[in-house]
Nanobody
Framework: VQLQASGGGLVQAGGSLRLSCTAS????????MGWFRQAPGKEREFIAS????????YYADSVKGRFTVSRDNAKNTMYLQMNSLKPEDTAVYYC?????????????????WGQGTLVTVSS
C-alpha cells in the first residue's frame, strides 16, 4: 500500500489543523493505521492509531483530548483532527499502516509509511 500524508502547514498556538492520509494500491480496511511525528532533534514518536473499522482508537498522553483520529474506508483515507495546538506539536507528521494487531505504539511493527507532512505551530 502507498500512503500520502497531507494537510500540514503553519498555524498559531490554539488553532486547529486536519491532516489526511490517503492510501492506494491495496485494500485500505485491511490495515490498522497510525500517526507518528518527529520534532526537530527528537526521535519519531507515536501519536495515534485506529483499528480496521475505526471501532478502537489509541492516543499518546501528550495529545489525548486534543487530537482525534478517524478513518473513512470508502475514501481510503485516515484523518487526524488537531485542536488546541501548541508550539511543542511542531513536527513532521507521518502516517503508517500495519497488517497485524499488537502494540500499536511500536513503530517498528508498521509495514508501510507515508512521506510526512510538516506542521508548524507558532507561539
Amino acid at each position: 500500500v502507498q500512503l500520502q500524508a497531507s494537510g500540514g502547514g503553519l498555524v498559531q498556538a490554539g488553532g486547529s489543523l486536519r491532516l489526511s492520509c490517503t492510501a492506494s494500491g491495496s485494500t485500505f480496511n485491511n490495515y490498522i493505521m497510525g500517526w507518528f511525528r518527529q520534532a526537530p532533534g527528537k526521535e519519531r514518536e507515536f501519536i495515534a492509531s485506529i483499528t480496521w473499522g475505526g471501532t478502537s482508537t489509541y492516543y499518546a498522553d501528550s495529545v489525548k483530548g486534543r487530537f482525534t483520529v478517524s478513518r473513512d474506508n470508502a475514501k481510503n483515507t485516515m484523518y487526524l483532527q488537531m485542536n488546541s495546538l501548541k508550539p511543542e506539536d511542531t513536527a513532521v507528521y507521518y502516517c503508517a499502516a500495519r497488517v497485524v494487531p499488537g502494540n500499536v505504539r511500536i513503530q517498528g511493527e508498521y509495514h508501510y509509511w507515508g512521506q510526512g507532512t510538516l506542521v508548524t505551530v507558532s507561539s
